[in-house]
Every structure is written in structure tokens, then in C-alpha cells.
């Protein structure tokens, strides 16, 4: 049969995004390249593989059919040259990970580190977004996965948790705050007090869990990015509650947390894909190792 291997990526791709416009973006391809692609695959096969109209695009059976088998095709394929170390290192290609910033510095720079010295020549593009963005980005299948602390509730989503971390106070270290063992919401709305807009998530997460809390301290400064908010602090201009990721690690000349309490809010951090899509095997490889660092670093926590 007269057909590559470009053929098929081609096919799987319009299968899965159902859309050629969306496919041949992740490709890297024009859409009339990507077409005549696609008419190659059906020529050779002597079948049609798609119902296409101006407004949208449906599998055939035949296709529907075909898609499953191209699928196992392909990624036993990739998955038997990223097995082989010297093939492995030549292998190109592209995984998108879309991330909620205050995460990155946990979990990526590790297993990026591993992961591009497994396989130098495939692309990371990695999107640092508001919690929002990236469950969208998941859905709308822009990236392969995401690190997220929203998504649970999504028919569309899986989310496997892989940390669970408090709110805490932060300020700065000569803040009287910062000599407690640990500070109650009713003391935080004694100081100068900052936090993100109401369309953050950690904004609704926040306020969903101080509901019936009767003191709640009043803002005067609202950012849009947890980040920001951590500058703000360092500077001196107030205190905030921010997730402990989002502060640095270990000790800083500018910066202290301190437990929140009464009540203690917590977020659960978890890596979410879109339900239903199958990794690709490079993009499979990367979540695997995001998700042993995960269980490898709440092992050492817990010791």
C-alpha cells in the first residue's frame, strides 16, 4: 500500500481533534497539505475515512475502526524507539504541558532535566497559565496534560492527585506576623492584607472555604497572579495567603510563611489530561515521570 508514516499521524490527528484545522496547527502543517494527506491514506486504502462538510468533520465506521488499530500502530512504534538509547536520542518531537505556575518550580525542573537528557531532540513546550486557562487548554486538546488544583469536577477531565498543600501567611521576615508558630484569618485582618481577583481559582477556593467564617479580613491591594502577590509582600507592602508552593524554598532574606489556621485551607495539586485521549507515547513517558517525582517526593516529606 502507498501510504507513510506521516500519512497516519496525519489521520490520527484529525481523529482525535476532529478538526483539520486543529490538526494540521499541531502538525506544523497547511491545511491543503494536510488534506492531501489524508486523500493519500484513503486512495491507498480504497476507503473514506471521514464525512466532511464546510462545518464539520465525522469518522466514518470504517474510520472510527481504522483510528484504533492506527493509534496501536503508531504508539507501539514510538514506544519501541524510545525503549532503544541510541535510536531515542535521535527521536524529534513536540509535548505540551500546560501548568499552574506556582507549581512548576515543585515539579518540573527535575524531570525536565531527566527528560531532555533521555531524549534531547523532542520539543517541551511548557504553558504557565492561571488554573483556569490550563483546564481549558486540557479540554480544548492544546495541551497534553496539565498540572492543575481544578478540574475534579469536569466530565471531560481525569485529575490524579499528587499533592496536597495548605495556605499559608506570607510576609515579610521583621512582619510582627512572622514571629508566630502560627496565625488565625482573624489576625490576618489586622494587617495590610492583599490577595488575587476574583477570578483566580485560588481566589474561589479561598472564599468558598472562609464562608462561614465570621471575621474575614478586607483587602486594599488585588492582583490577578499569585506571583505577583508574592513580589508585592516582598516589598513590604502587606501580607497575603498563597498556597505554599508559591512561596520559594527553603529560608529568604525578604520573605516568611507562617501556618493559616482556623480554619487551615488546603488545595490539592493533580495532574489532569483530557478523558478519553490516549497519550502519545513521548507525551506518556513525561507524565510517568512527573508522576513517580510526585510519589518520590511526598515519600521523602513523609520520612
Not at 256 to 275: A, F, N, Y
Amino acid at each position: 500500500m502507498n501510504f507513510s508514516l506521516s500519512d497516519l499521524r496525519a489521520f490520527v490527528a484529525v481523529a482525535e481533534l476532529s478538526s483539520f484545522r486543529a490538526a494540521a496547527a499541531e502538525l506544523h502543517l497547511s491545511q491543503p497539505a494536510l488534506s492531501r494527506r489524508i486523500e493519500k491514506l484513503e486512495d491507498a486504502l480504497g476507503v473514506r475515512l471521514f464525512d466532511r462538510t464546510t462545518r464539520s468533520v465525522e469518522m466514518t465506521a470504517v474510520g472510527r475502526e481504522f483510528s484504533r488499530k492506527a493509534r496501536e500502530l503508531l504508539n507501539g512504534l514510538e514506544e519501541s524507539l524510545l525503549g532503544i538509547r541510541d535510536v531515542a536520542t535521535r527521536i524529534t518531537g513536540e509535548v505540551t504541558v500546560a501548568c499552574v505556575p506556582s507549581a512548576v518550580r515543585y515539579f518540573l525542573p527535575s524531570v525536565l532535566r531527566q527528560y531532555h537528557a533521555r531524549y534531547p531532540r523532542i520539543v517541551v513546550r511548557l504553558i504557565d497559565e492561571g488554573a483556569n486557562e490550563v483546564l481549558n487548554m486540557v479540554v480544548r486538546n492544546e495541551a497534553d496534560f496539565g498540572l492543575n488544583y481544578i478540574g475534579t469536577q469536569e466530565p471531560d477531565v481525569e485529575f490524579e492527585p499528587v499533592l496536597k498543600e495548605p495556605f499559608v501567611v506570607a510576609c515579610p521576615p521583621d512582619h510582627p506576623l512572622a514571629r508566630k508558630r502560627k496565625v488565625t484569618w482573624a489576625e490576618l485582618g489586622q494587617h495590610d492584607y492583599m490577595t488575587v481577583g476574583k477570578a483566580s481559582g485560588n481566589r474561589l477556593l479561598l472564599d468558598l472555604a472562609l464562608t462561614d467564617v465570621p471575621v474575614r479580613p478586607q483587602w486594599y491591594c488585588e492582583v490577578r497572579h499569585v506571583s505577583t502577590l508574592v513580589s508585592l509582600v516582598e516589598a513590604g507592602l502587606g501580607v497575603a495567603a498563597v498556597p505554599r508552593l508559591a512561596m520559594p524554598p527553603g529560608k529568604h532574606p525578604n520573605l516568611k510563611s507562617v501556618p493559616l489556621v482556623e480554619p487551615t485551607v488546603t488545595r490539592t495539586v493533580g495532574l489532569i489530561r483530557r478523558r478519553g485521549r490516549s497519550l502519545s507515547p513521548a507525551a506518556q513517558v513525561l507524565y510517568e515521570m512527573l508522576q513517580k517525582t510526585s510519589a518520590d517526593n511526598r515519600r521523602g516529606e513523609a520520612g
